[in-house]
């Protein structure tokens, strides 16, 4: 993996997880729209060919050696990221939900903005057609936690279409929410004073396999998402909030 080089150097992450059969197309797509920036994938110990197929596709590839979930695999690529000195950096998941084509609305977004990050958000055109019902109900739920605490709404408060500043990819660095990490990541940052802001952007169906979230997970995503926000807030030292 390169070092970065100049003030909009820009590292684009792809966590994996047995993705095999869409991670290339989506590593594919990115360097269509990008072809300059290099594409990360971080395999999370996958037991499938995931790591072979995000590099025939072009790839850097970081292959962790245990399964440390979503929110470590995220953070095993900010680390990287930060050590080598990228200013910028994009998630983008290796399902293919996440369009690549609005991969330069974020990444102006970050530069233009001045926010420590920036959520490609599914509503601000609309409601989104490839959200689950349970889905949509628990977006819906921590919309309403989140505005208080934020100041601010934010439309999209579990999307992984995230881009961040080197701000932002310092604090990422060195702690990280571990499970389902995009909500307590936004309260992390409020903690910090840092500003967010949200793009449109288009998601699609999966590319292959299935979703990991049941019935069952929905309701686990909630109550454990819920602990990790309120143990962030308790953290708050109450010093004068940024806007």
């Known amino acids: 993996m390169r070092r970065a080089s100049g003030p909009d150097s820009l590292l684009i ?34 037991s499938d060919c995931t ?24 953070q095993a690529g900010y680390r990287l990221a930060y050590e080598l000195g990228y200013q910028y950096v994009i998630r983008v998941d290796g399902d293919g939900q996440h369009d690549p084509r609005d991969l330069p609305a974020i990444f102006e977004a970050l530069r233009e903005s001045g926010c420590e990050m ?63 990490p995009e909500i307590e990541a936004l309260v992390v940052l409020q903690r910090k004073a840092f500003r967010f802001a949200e793009v ?13 979230i049941t019935a069952l997970k929905s309701f686990y995503y909630i109550i454990h998402v819920l602990l990790g926000v309120f143990v962030n807030v308790l953290k708050y030292d109450g010093r004068p909030r940024r806007r």
């Open 118 to 180: 920036v959520i490609g958000s599914r509503f601000l055109d609309g409601p989104e057609q490839h959200t689950s019902f349970l889905r949509g109900l628990g977006i819906r739920f921590f919309r309403l936690v989140l505005r208080p605490i934020l100041g601010k709404p934010v439309r999209d408060p579990t999307s992984g279409f995230v881009g961040v500043n080197r701000a932002a990819l310092e604090i990422f660095s060195r702690s990280f929410p571990l499970e389902y």
């Open 51 to 74: 790591a072979v197929v995000a590099r025939v596709a072009g790839a850097e590839v970081l292959s962790l050696p245990h399964h440390l979930g979503l929110g470590g695999c995220v």
């Open 200 to 212: 449109p952007c288009r998601v699609r169906p999966r590319r292959a396999g299935r979703s990991s």
């Open 13 to 46: 992450i792809v966590p994996a997880y047995n993705e095999e059969g869409a991670v290339g197309e989506v590593v594919w797509e990115i360097r269509q729209v990008m072809p300059e920036v290099p594409v990360l994938v971080i395999d999370d110990c996958s």
